[in-house]
Structure formats: structure tokens, C-alpha cells
């Protein structure tokens, strides 16, 4: 799996878009972006995937970036219940079963 | 919410002791996974499963063997646990076996060897 980087940490403000960077410059062309969040605590939650294209559910949207080396996720109105960790993860889709999750970006949403 | 139990939720034992953490499914997954968690080291794979009586091991799969009779029970267990196996413990699921391989994740269990 392609190594990424992430900032440790970034605070918004409440009811703000949410932009959470992730580099991936060495991601080969079979692999998928993963984002993915934890609240203290609790177990990790998928957020959204993509390959190419940029793509957008109901929790946020991901921003690819046409050469692939880097991505986005957006959290369009931030709440206080979005302050986690986040982890972007990147993986070919089968032929690997784990999950590698780095150190994330722990974000912190102000009131 | 992936339909997934863990129990028990908070443990606390002794070294030595022998210990049976259980992942519950209620969606008839063929996948499904055993993580710990501990400061530093983000999660790390312990052993998964790809079907009743089919499992493989994980980065981390020294000290812990795990049991699939059927498809919605998936047991770790701690043949004699060390304070090294002092963590939390996550048990995950893949919905579906193809395109996206997406993993859902339990509410965890907290163990403590002391």
C-alpha cells in the first residue's frame, strides 16, 4: 500500500467546511483512497472512498487530484460530533485484507 | 450501524489466564476481521476470516488464535494472556465480497492483563 502523509492536527470552526489534506505521491494506479474516521473511543468509521474521479455522500465529499498524488476530504458544515481523527488511507481492493492506519489528522472543531 | 456485537465491552484479567473475546454479525458477512489498537501503533491486523472454518493470520497473530464455527460468531482468543496483549481490541466486517472492499467496524473491547 502507498505510504501516506497527513497533517497531525487542524482545528475548524463550527459550521465551517472541513478540508482535510492527504499526500499519496507514490499510489500506483490499482490503488483506492480511503478516508476513514475514529471518535475517541469508539471503533473507525468509513467515510468515503474514491479512485479517480471525486466523488460525494451524505457525510463529505473527497477531492482527487487529477495526477492521484494527493486528496481532500471535505466536511461541508462541520460539528462539534466531527471532531476525531482522521485517517486517509490508500489500498489496492483485494489481495489484501489490512487496513493500515497511520497517525491521522486529529481535528478539532471550535464552538 | 454494521450489525456488529463485541463482547465483552471492558475486561480485566490476570496473566496467564486464558481469555475469549466474541465478534457478533447479524448481516451474514463472509469477511470478517480482529484489530487491537494501541498508542503509537495505530491498528493492527490480528487475524481475519474469508468463511466458516477459513481464517488467516494477520501482522500481529503470535499469542492469539481465533475460531469461525459459524458465520456470525468470530472468536479471538488469549491462550494465556501477557500485559503485552493489554489493548483494544476492534472487530471489523467487509460488506460483500466485491468492489468497494469497504471494512465496518465494531464499538471495541478494552482488555486489561494484569
Not at chain 1, 486528496?71 to 489490512?98: M, Q, W
Amino acid at each position: 500500500d502507498a505510504k501516506t502523509t497527513q497533517p497531525p492536527s487542524m482545528d475548524c470552526a463550527e459550521g465551517r467546511a472541513a478540508n482535510l489534506p492527504c499526500n499519496h505521491s507514490t499510489i500506483s494506479g490499482n490503488e483506492y483512497v480511503y478516508w476513514y474516521r475514529q471518535i475517541h473511543s469508539q471503533g473507525p468509521q468509513y467515510i468515503i472512498h474514491g479512485l479517480k474521479n471525486n466523488e460525494t455522500n451524505e457525510m463529505a465529499s473527497l477531492i482527487i487530484t487529477e495526477d492521484r498524488k494527493s486528496s481532500t476530504l471535505i466536511l461541508p458544515h462541520a460539528t462539534l460530533r466531527d471532531t476525531a481523527v482522521y485517517y486517509c488511507i490508500v489500498r489496492v481492493n483485494f489481495g489484501n485484507e489490512k487496513l493500515t492506519f497511520g497517525t491521522g489528522t486529529r481535528l478539532t472543531i471550535i464552538p | 450501524d454494521a450489525g456488529i456485537t463485541q463482547s465483552p465491552r471492558h475486561k480485566v484479567t490476570e496473566t496467564g489466564t486464558p481469555v475469549t473475546l466474541r465478534c457478533h454479525q447479524t448481516e451474514n458477512h463472509r469477511y470478517m476481521y480482529w484489530y487491537r489498537q494501541d498508542p503509537g501503533h495505530g491498528l493492527r491486523l490480528i487475524h481475519y476470516s474469508y468463511g466458516v472454518k477459513d481464517t488467516d493470520k494477520g501482522e500481529v497473530s503470535d499469542g492469539y488464535s481465533v475460531s469461525r464455527s459459524k458465520t456470525e460468531d468470530f472468536l479471538l482468543t488469549l491462550e494465556s494472556a501477557t500485559s503485552s496483549q493489554t489493548s483494544v481490541y476492534f472487530c471489523a466486517i467487509r460488506r460483500g465480497t466485491g468492489l468497494p472492499d469497504i471494512q465496518y467496524f465494531g464499538a471495541g473491547t478494552r482488555l486489561s492483563v494484569l
